[in-house]
């Protein structure tokens, strides 16, 4: 995948803004890090194999927690998605059995952690479960398309701020045009009911802020 310096510089400045926007409200709750891992597709030409032909996605994440179990996260991600049509599965009217596009996601969600977890007072290794929700928007080959994201995961803090999370995560997208193929629909809408999602799958390290010194230095 070659990388896009423009996108990269989007998702940089997308991080910065939301860091600058939350300081004026808290000092002491605040996650900021990156993500790495593979990006691949589901649609018309994949409709249910995961992990196909994986392509490597980089991004951004900031953290707001609200507590040790809820908070809202805002982040972006760059990737690249590709797909060719088999001939497994019979496609009407297709006119191009390939194609290969890079994205560049945004998106806001809440984050639920099923086990207490704070990489600050929690002094020995601890590992939660969580899922997150949310609303996104991406753009796929130059085209904006509004999404809903979510996933599952594991994370994991060994204290002193740190944590790490791997997390699978899926946005339904509301387009059935990202692979080039759009399934003949009768004249009914497709808003809805489409084939067309990305996926990403991988690491993501945070790291905990400090807070001007209101934590009790301990636990620093």
Not at 27 to 56: C, M, W
Request: glycine share 10%.
């Amino acid at each position: 995948m070659v990388l896009n310096y423009s996108r990269l510089s989007s998702i940089i400045v997308f991080l910065i803004f939301i860091v600058s926007f939350q300081k004026i409200y808290s000092q002491d709750k605040r996650d900021v890090g990156i993500q790495l891992g593979g990006t691949y597709y589901y649609g018309d030409f994949n409709e249910n194999a995961p992990f196909h032909k994986p392509s490597f996605g980089l991004g951004v994440i900031f953290r707001y927690n609200l507590n040790n179990y809820y908070s809202l996260r805002a982040s972006a991600l760059y990737g690249n998605i590709s797909g060719s049509y088999t001939g497994n599965a019979y496609l009407p009217s297709v006119t191009k059995s390939d194609f290969s596009k890079t994205f560049l996601n945004a998106e806001f969600m809440g984050e639920f952690n099923f086990v207490s977890f704070n990489p600050i007072t929690d002094r020995k290794g601890k590992l939660s479960p969580f899922v997150n929700l949310g609303i996104g928007v991406s753009q796929i080959g130059g085209t904006i398309i509004p999404n809903i994201p979510f996933g599952l995961g594991l994370k994991y803090t060994s204290g002193q701020r740190h944590t790490l999370a791997l997390e699978w995560q899926f946005h339904k997208t509301f387009s059935d045009d990202i692979d080039n193929y759009s399934a003949p629909n009768d004249g009914k809408s497709v808003f809805i009911h489409n084939n067309d999602w990305t996926s990403f799958i991988g690491l993501i390290y945070t790291y905990r802020l400090y807070n001007n010194g209101e934590t009790c230095p301990a636990y620093k």
